[in-house]
């Protein structure tokens, strides 16, 4: 069945099996796995993808399969991968710590808008 549009781009509004209010990593991720479960959903989000957001960037590496397995080529994207922490004050005094199991960086916007592709 799949997800017939999100919601502001539809002219005429029919009847779903589900309703996802808010387009953010959560609401794409329920809507791609309820439409693959051949649920009709439509999915309400307040802003036209894609859109810059100020967090984000750094993935944990434990979403690099489900991501995957939704549909986000990550494996084709040339990621980096983000293994160290490293905090920094004014005077210049450096922590650093790794990151177990780490991470990868993607722009939310990229992401954002791969994942509305695959939804819709």
Known sequence: MGISAFARDQKIMKPHDVSIIGGGLAGLSLAIQLA????SVVLFE???YPFHRVCGEYISMESWNFLERIGVPLSQMNLPKITQLQVSS?????IEH???????GISRYTLDSMMASIAK
């Open 36 to 39: 693959d479960a051949n649920h």
């Open 46 to 48: 307040r802003k036209k």
């Open 90 to 94: 004014l005077s210049g005094k450096v």
């Open 98 to 104: 790794s990151l177990k199991p780490g991470g990868f």
